[in-house]
């Protein structure tokens, strides 16, 4: 619809009503296209959202469990200090349905080795579950975060 500076059309006809309607189906077409495909930009981004949460939980309890690991870092929560459990505590308030995590002692070359020794690596593995929000993603189901990190283990644990 092109119009002069008056205001009168330039081609001398007014668009008909049935051009008009036809904008509408138009616009609807690609409004919904178009919010759907933001919906999925803003779950996706939820999605890493949490996924960088998870491997910072991962990183700070391994932090953790290198400095303060308690009797036996590797049993879960039994053996663990008071700042490890407080850090899990405060991590699965942050993140919603985080597991507790599974953490190993290993050796530089990957093996494990018979106990927590002073030059071993502290391994922590956690998950949690994400639930996309949106339609097209929610077909996809729930999806596993996962997040893993290594800290040499500043503090033997004592001996029993």
Avoid at 30 to 53: K, Q
Avoid at 92 to 116: F, R, W
């Amino acid at each position: 619809m092109t119009c002069d500076p008056a205001g009168r059309h330039v081609l001398g006809m007014k668009p008909s009503r049935r051009s008009a309607g036809q904008a509408l189906v138009e616009f609807s077409l690609a409004i919904t296209i178009f919010l759907v495909l933001m919906m999925g930009v803003v779950d996706f981004g939820s999605a890493v959202y949490s996924y960088n949460g998870v491997s910072e939980a991962a990183r700070e309890i391994a932090r953790v469990a290198s400095v303060h690991p308690g009797t036996d870092p590797t049993a879960v929560t039994t053996g663990w200090s008071t700042p490890m459990k407080n850090v899990l505590a405060t991590q699965q308030a942050l993140i919603p349905g985080l597991a507790n995590p599974t953490i190993t002692c290993v050796k530089v070359d990957g093996m494990t080795p018979a106990s927590c020794a002073s030059g071993s690596y502290v391994k922590v593995t956690i998950t949690a579950p994400y639930t996309p929000h949106t339609p097209l993603l929610g077909l996809t189901g729930t999806w596993t975060m996962q997040g893993t990190s290594s800290v040499l283990l500043q503090v033997p644990p004592p001996t029993q």
